[in-house]
């Protein structure tokens, strides 16, 4: 449903707000409400569109 897809775009939003505040894969998956690692892998990369930990990279990589 939209509404669920737009819950889903509001987690990701936060998990990546909290990768550039330094938060580690595992601190985002949990305080965004992910019990399950590969749920929130899944969930990011099909989001976002690459993997937690290259969303990462190029975040700190830009900034350099």
């Known amino acids: 449903s939209e509404v669920y897809k737009r819950h889903i ?3 990701m939003t936060k998990a990546k707000q909290l990768f550039r ?3 580690t894969v595992a ?3 949990i305080a965004t409400g992910y019990s399950s690692y590969e749920l929130f892998f899944r969930t990011f990369k099909k989001n976002v569109g690459m993997t937690p930990k290259e969303y ?3 975040y700190y990589n830009r900034e350099s």
């Open 27 to 29: 601190e985002a998956q």
């Open 56 to 58: 990462i990279n190029a």
């Open 21 to 23: 505040e330094g938060f």
């Open 9 to 11: 775009v509001q987690r």
